[in-house]
């Protein structure tokens, strides 16, 4: 699921202010938006992982900061059916790298679960929790993707390696079906990630910003810079059709989607010019939140 690409997106939020789980106000002028992730318990709530820690956006409550780590979550995701379980990576507000991490209280409290890497800390700028085997991880850091079959104790650098990472999905009925999104094509592997194909020729000027999966269809939604919000579905060659379905108001690009996994016609958007946006049609129309 989320992602961040450092020269294209790394944005400033610039909203005035939200207010934390205390009840005070916290000035949000300097951080950057990293990742967006529905709530797996609440689809009315959103998660946001910022620069100083991670926030969430819900109806009626608004805008408010989750815990009170207020580290760089540069790599963030939930885990795909426990609403508990949330996974982060990232800097350390004192600086150097988080490692892998995960929550069992959603977001309120953090534990480093290894280094993510081999030869130290990681800061994943890009990671997923598969959906179909959340002990499936996969991560971005220094060119490379690192991969752990065992929930995050144990990573691998993967022999085989693609271009630049912005986003990772993986497909909800098969754990071996993973997919890449990067500057200038979608990648997908069927076998953990060791090798991989290109499958949208069509997209190869453009740039998928970030990949959403629906549950019961296995189809992707892709977030691109210059064909707006597009589906990607299977046709009966084994090939995809890619349609565009919709784009965001004043045709500004999404650089992060969250799909809700219970509806699939609900789902949010972080822009490029940091508006947070909601459809509730799978796309079509888009009505701003902040």
């Not at 790394?10 to 950057?32: K, Q």
């Not at 379980?85 to 209280?105: E, K, M, V, W």
């Not at 707006?228 to 650089?255: H, V």
Request: net charge negative; aromatic share 8%.
């Amino acid at each position: 699921m989320k992602r961040s690409l450092v020269s294209l997106v790394l944005l400033p939020l610039l909203l005035a202010a939200c207010t934390d789980s205390g009840g005070e106000s916290v000035s949000l002028a300097d951080t950057h938006v990293h990742g967006l992730a529905v709530d797996r318990g609440d689809s009315s709530r959103v998660y946001i992982a910022t620069h100083h820690g991670l926030l969430a956006w819900q109806e009626g409550q608004g805008l408010t900061q989750v815990g009170s780590s207020r580290d760089d979550f540069m790599g963030f995701s939930p885990h795909p059916t426990d609403p508990r379980i949330l996974f982060s990576s990232g800097h350390p507000a004192h600086g150097g790298n988080i490692g892998f991490q995960r929550s069992d209280d959603q977001g309120e409290t953090w534990k480093k679960i290894s280094n993510g890497n081999p030869q130290g800390s990681a800061d994943f700028h890009a990671m997923m929790a598969h959906p179909a085997n959340p002990d499936h991880l996969y991560g971005w850091y220094k060119l490379r993707v690192h991969r752990s079959l065992d929930g995050g104790k144990t990573w691998e650098v993967l022999p085989k390696q693609p271009p630049e990472i912005l986003a990772f999905a993986g497909d909800p009925r098969d754990e071996n079906t993973v997919y890449f999104g990067s500057i200038g094509d979608l990648l997908l592997s069927t076998d953990r990630g060791e090798t991989f194909v290109s499958i949208a020729p069509e997209l190869q000027t453009d740039i998928i910003l970030d990949i959403e999966i629906e549950n019961i269809t296995g189809d992707l939604i892709l977030a691109t810079r210059d064909h707006g919000i597009m589906r990607a579905s299977r046709n009966q060659e084994g090939g995809f059709i890619f349609e565009t379905i919709g784009s965001l108001p004043g045709e500004d690009p999404a650089y992060y989607l969250a799909l809700d996994p219970k509806n699939t016609e609900m789902m949010y958007a972080f822009s490029k010019t940091r508006v947070l946006y909601k459809s509730t049609d799978g796309g079509k129309n888009w009505q701003k939140l902040l």
